[in-house]
């Protein structure tokens, strides 16, 4: 393994600063907010046996990743009563729902009684393992656990941990059944878990699980059930293709991101686990999928899940826009995907998904007063559009049925310093560029930038280190003609690359990145039929769109000339990040003639308009309208 992260406690965020701001209001609302909805929804309740609801079979993986949050939060942004109380009730709660074996998933133990519904409990274990999310809850319950314990918060939520792993070990081990979860996520717990307490049996059970996922993998009754009642298999109705679980073909012969896009990015984001643990025959399969998803199936916020029927990936240069899917879970583990392939190999295109998911796709997810969310983010969005219901609409929701994606932000922006930067001996890796301190290579580090505004950065030694230490800082590939000087001395560097700096530091040595900001008009692949004869804007590390609040309606009535100037005013808009105002230097939009003819032999008339862009991340905090991230090119 080339890095790893830092503690959380060793990367403090300005609080002043884009992130930090964003962090601030993830520890004094979202987190908070989210606790509070957790009780009023039972999910916390439904750990216990007199719940007198439904328990919902995915409410375990929910209550894991709050606590995950919880204790990141804990840990990076120091003590809270509140947060604290909250992560030791819902621990408690987990450990009181554990069976005597180890056995953790709260809608079978205690719902008996099936009420007709594919996701009710039955009291049997393992029936249905495309979709009971059994494995998928109880690894999220370990990641939480693991949170405490990495960060020296307490080791008592091992224990619940390890039973769960006895179990496995008996249920799925060598002597057991090679099975797998229909949807991966206990792979990326278990190798957590390992790496924390030296558990061998965990990471086996993680190889066995990736190792077993496909066709060969599933279980002989389950598969001849599932063709027979497939009602009974929920997204089998939406997606008659093993495809959906990843499961066509072993993920070694796998050339393509396919499926469900969440559950297909987890099990890469095992699969790179095993990779890092040393298992080199999957490192050409997992560049293969890399490959498709990010050069012909992302969309160009860093989103991934083109359509909303099973949350599913498209074929190659499928992108649609008011369908996409691009559920906010599924770019937060193309970030984390990309976060663990920057501990293998320092790839400048690693570093760039990092920061282009993180800060258009992910933030998107999150209103910016922290309370409400989007499931899934869009690329345009319009009120003709029927589809405005809990999963896929154009509002954000405060809450939902299935809750995965609030707190997978929460756990997120929680653990943005361990996104940020990794290390090891004698190295210190700057992936993203975030204002505050840094404890990497055993030097402490301080960052000031402008990013995401404003491409300057200056890192400065604070202690003086004995030893060389290598620093190795990303070169954003959306830059243009960028420098770098250390102590005044230029270093030739190259977009989209890593620069290396090698030296034995003293304190008040000042290494200065500037990074040009220039507005970009990005242009699709012309095999992407949906963004034909259309542009997309593009400055630093922030994608941009139209909203109907400072245009009206009919965005995909307006154009962008080709030699119409772009220029970038800062502090206006949401959030204060700024706003790209294209000055209508000729004609650009199409006059509104209400009550004309549906079809004419003359083109509309046109006139000049000034178009106004803001960043992806902020869309929908101002009123609901139409969005629109493509925008009619006029050359």
């Known amino acids: 393994m080339f890095t790893t992260a830092p503690p959380l406690a060793d990367v403090q965020i300005a609080p002043t600063s884009f992130w930090g701001r964003r962090r601030t209001i993830n520890r004094l609302r979202t987190i908070p907010g989210q606790l509070k909805l957790l009780r009023e929804t039972g999910q916390i309740a439904a750990l216990k046996p007199d719940y007198p609801g439904v328990r919902h079979r995915f ?32 621990q408690a709660g987990l450990a009181g729902a554990q069976e005597e074996d180890g056995y953790l998933q709260s809608h079978v133990r205690w719902d008996r009684t099936p009420n007709g519904t594919w996701w009710s409990g039955t009291g049997r274990r393992w029936e249905n393992m495309l979709e009971s999310h059994e494995l998928y809850s109880m690894g999220h319950v370990i990641e939480g656990l693991c949170a405490q314990a990495e960060n020296g918060l307490g080791r008592d939520g091992l224990a619940i941990a390890q039973r769960m792993v006895d179990l496995m070990w008996k249920e799925f081990g060598p002597e057991g059944r090679p099975w797998w979860d229909g949807h991966a996520e206990i792979e990326m717990a278990l190798f957590r878990l ?13 190889r ?23 009602e009974d298999y929920g997204c089998w ?75 599913r990936m498209g074929q ?36 760039d998904i990092l920061e282009l998911t993180l800060h258009n796709a992910v933030l998107s997810g999150v209103s910016l007063d922290g309370m409400s969310y989007h499931y899934s983010n869009p690329t345009a969005t319009h009120p003709h559009d ?14 939902f049925g299935v809750a995965c994606c609030p707190p997978n932000v929460a756990r997120t922006l929680a653990q943005l310093g361990t996104l940020a930067c990794s290390t090891s001996a004698g190295q210190a890796c700057f992936h993203l560029y975030l204002p505050g301190t840094f404890r990497l290579g055993g030097i402490l580090w301080r960052v000031e930038t402008g990013l995401p505004c404003h491409g300057r950065t200056v890192v400065t030694v604070t202690e003086s280190s004995t030893t060389p230490v290598d620093v ?32 034995t530091w003293v304190a008040g040595d000042r290494v200065v990145l500037d990074l040009p900001m220039t507005v970009q008009r990005l242009h699709a692949h012309p095999k992407v039929r949906q963004h034909a ?94 969005m629109r991230v493509w925008v009619r090119r006029d050359p």
């Open 386 to 399: 029927t589809r405005d219901k809990e999963h896929f609409r154009r509002t954000r929701a405060p809450w």
């Open 533 to 626: 004869g259309q542009v997309a804007v593009r400055r630093g590390p922030l994608i941009w769109c139209l909203e109907q609040e400072d245009h009206g309606a009919d965005l995909a009535d307006l154009a962008l000339p080709d030699d119409a100037p772009v220029d970038y005013v800062p502090g206006e808009g949401p959030d204060g990040l700024g706003i790209l105002t294209a000055i209508g230097t000729r004609t650009v939009a199409s006059a509104r003639e209400p009550g004309g003819p549906l079809y004419a032999t003359r083109p509309p008339q046109r006139e000049a308009v000034n178009l106004r862009f803001i960043p992806y991340a902020v869309w929908g905090n101002r009123s609901a309208g139409e």
């Open 316 to 351: 190659d240069y499928d992108l649609p826009d008011e369908r996409a899917y691009c559920e906010t879970c599924a770019s937060i583990a193309l970030a984390r995907w990309a976060r663990r392939l920057l501990d293998d190999r320092l790839e400048g295109e690693y570093g």
């Open 208 to 230: 066995g699980f990736v190792d077993h996922h496909g066709p060969e993998g599933m279980i002989p009754a389950e598969l001849a059930e599932l063709k027979r009642r497939p």
């Open 59 to 90: 409410w375990d993986s929910d209550c894991g990743k709050w606590i995950e949050a919880a204790w990141s939060e804990l840990a990076g942004g120091g003590e809270d009563p509140e947060i604290r109380a909250g992560a030791e009730e819902i």
């Open 194 to 206: 390992s790496r924390l307490t030296g558990d061998p049996r965990a990471a086996d059970l993680a």
């Open 237 to 311: 109705r939406n997606e008659r293709s093993f495809d959906y679980w990843q499961a066509s073909r072993p993920l070694r012969e796998e050339t393509a991101l396919v499926g469900h896009a969440v559950r297909a990015l987890y099990l890469c984001c095992g699969a790179t686990d095993q990779m890092l643990a040393g298992d080199e025959t999957l490192r050409e399969p997992l560049a293969r999928i890399w490959d498709s998803a990010i050069h012909r199936r992302m969309h160009v916020t860093g989103g991934l899940g083109a359509h909303p029927e099973g949350e």
């Open 472 to 503: 190795r800082l990303r070169i954003p590939g959306w830059t243009e003609a960028p420098t770098l000087t250390v102590n005044g001395v230029p270093m030739a560097i190259t977009p989209g690359t890593y620069a290396t700096i090698s030296r």
